[in-house]
């Protein structure tokens, strides 16, 4: 998906606001008409003097673990600190459940436990 920048969306409200088509608009900022349409419409339903910086909320459920918390366990299994991830859990992650912490490992490339 294309994002625009901040810029570019207060010129798309205001072209849009003196009579030009999404199509015309898209052709000036070197956009795809159905771009230009999607972000006027996402501004318009923010009322007459909308946010240009506002960012939408990403749907779903947030992550347990940080992308910075998964550095600081891969670095524990690496250095030899901890032997899998049970030790990390207990380590770094108390009220994280131990599979959690194995599936991040696997994604990662680690073997997620050790025999």
């Known amino acids: 998906m294309v994002s625009c920048t901040p810029t570019k969306k207060a010129r798309i409200f205001q072209m849009y606001s003196e009579g030009k088509s999404f199509t015309e608009i898209g052709k000036d900022l070197g956009l795809h008409c159905s771009v230009v349409s999607r972000n006027y419409h996402k501004l318009e339903e923010m009322g007459p003097e909308p946010d240009f910086y506002a960012k939408q909320p990403i749907p779903g459920c947030p992550r347990i ?26 380590v ?5 459940h131990p599979t959690t912490i194995r599936q991040m490992f696997i994604r990662k490339g680690l073997p997620g436990c050790v025999r």
């Open 65 to 90: 673990i940080t992308p910075h918390a998964e550095r600081r366990a891969q670095r524990l299994i690496t250095s030899g600190k901890c032997r899998d991830a049970t030790d990390v859990q207990r």
């Open 92 to 96: 770094l992650f108390p009220k994280v």
